[in-house]
């Protein structure tokens, strides 16, 4: 003998009664989470999200999308539904339960959380800055120790390599060196991007941190067939911002190499006046098409392109080099012909250090 078929009402009684129940229990078992208005708004709107379900419509469930409260509302309704009715007498037809059953599992599917939706929410909150200068450092540490790892293997310091593997682990750093500046420019435009970490003027060797920089970028350009030349300075011992100053050249060699398929790149320091030197990068490369000229210090501009030729869409890197340039009381200046070759240069009050304590350079 078939079973009877189920009273449409049942279903109702079924969750008015789940309802109620939850409702009455919530402020006991749950005294640290939502109050019971809030439990039983949320509720009234699951009942009507699953009754349009039930009659094939779509739930309005917006305001609940990705909430917990609204998913762990939903799955002890439907508990209470169940071992409400499978207590029923005579026991129902299961054809109008698997309806309500069905529209369970479609609501529960909407309100599914949509990660997308909500790093957009942390992205654009109040803490959205801190939340992309935390993702920034959580790349940064681990490519640093890459860094350190390839440069130590390639030099061999570990035991000998092939030449192969020597070309290999020039990659791998090449990489690490990419990603690891593009988590650097993330966290200094997060501060302004003109931060002087060396508030202070300071005395330091202009050929040691031109040295710096040669030995940072050997890997890239040696990757690259390229060779990193640097300018001669007559006196080297300066007082100014050493560090910004380091950041600013490191990036536009980096930015040099880049777009350097043959010859060399340059980084240079001049004294072009008493205590002022100009310090440039040039290179052999393409170029930079007059397109990209406008934009070309903007950041988070709109990709372009042309032909073979890409910046990067967010900019960042010449962006700060711009922002610390003017930070040091400089314009940074560009000369490019396109398909030829490029050349970014600022100058410097920088005086002289002499009797500072900064050693001088060994002779070459």
Wanted: contains cysteine; charged residues 25%; proline residues 7%.
């Amino acid at each position: 003998m078939s079973a009877p078929p189920l009273d449409p009402a049942v279903p109702d009684r079924l969750l008015d009664q789940a309802a109620s129940r939850i409702a009455e229990d919530w402020h006991e078992v749950r005294q640290d989470a939502a109050s019971r208005e809030e439990v039983i708004l949320v509720l009234g709107q699951l009942r009507a999200a699953l009754e349009v379900t039930t009659e094939g419509g779509d739930p309005a469930v917006e305001g609940l999308a990705g909430s917990p409260l609204a998913r762990r509302l939903l799955a002890l309704i439907r508990g209470h539904f169940v071992a409400a009715a499978s207590e029923l007498s005579p026991v129902p037809d299961a054809a109008l339960l698997l309806i309500w059953l069905r529209a369970f599992e479609a609501v529960r599917e909407r309100l599914q959380p949509r990660w997308d939706q909500q790093f957009a929410y942390r992205l654009t909150g109040p803490d959205g800055l801190e939340l992309v200068v935390e993702l920034a450092h959580d790349l940064r540490s681990p490519l640093t120790s890459i860094l350190f790892l390839a440069e130590t293997m390639k030099r061999a310091r570990s035991g000998p390599v092939t030449p192969l593997q020597e070309r290999q682990l020039g990659l791998v750093y090449s990489a690490a060196f990419g990603l690891s500046s593009v988590a650097s420019d993330v966290i200094e435009l997060a501060r302004g991007g003109d931060r002087l970490v060396d508030l202070e003027p300071l005395p330091f060797s202009v050929a040691d941190i031109l040295e710096s920089v040669r030995d940072i970028v050997q890997p890239i350009a040696e990757e690259k067939g390229l060779e990193v030349r640097l300018g001669p300075l007559a006196d080297p011992a300066r007082i100014g911002h050493p560090l910004a100053l380091s950041r600013v050249l490191l990036n536009l060699t980096t930015n040099a190499l880049k777009f350097t398929d043959e010859g060399f790149v340059e980084v240079s320091a001049a004294e072009v006046a008493p205590d002022v030197v100009e310090f440039a990068v040039r290179d052999t490369g393409r170029g930079i098409p007059d397109a990209s000229m406008a934009m070309l210090f903007e950041p988070f501009r709109r990709r372009q392109r042309d032909r073979d030729y890409a910046f990067s869409g967010s900019g960042l890197g010449l962006s700060i080099c711009r922002k610390l340039v003017e930070a040091m009381k400089s314009e940074l200046k560009v000369e490019t012909a396109s398909g030829a070759r490029t050349r970014f240069s600022f100058a410097l009050r920088l005086p002289r250090a002499a009797g500072e304590g900064v050693p001088e350079p060994a002779s070459a």
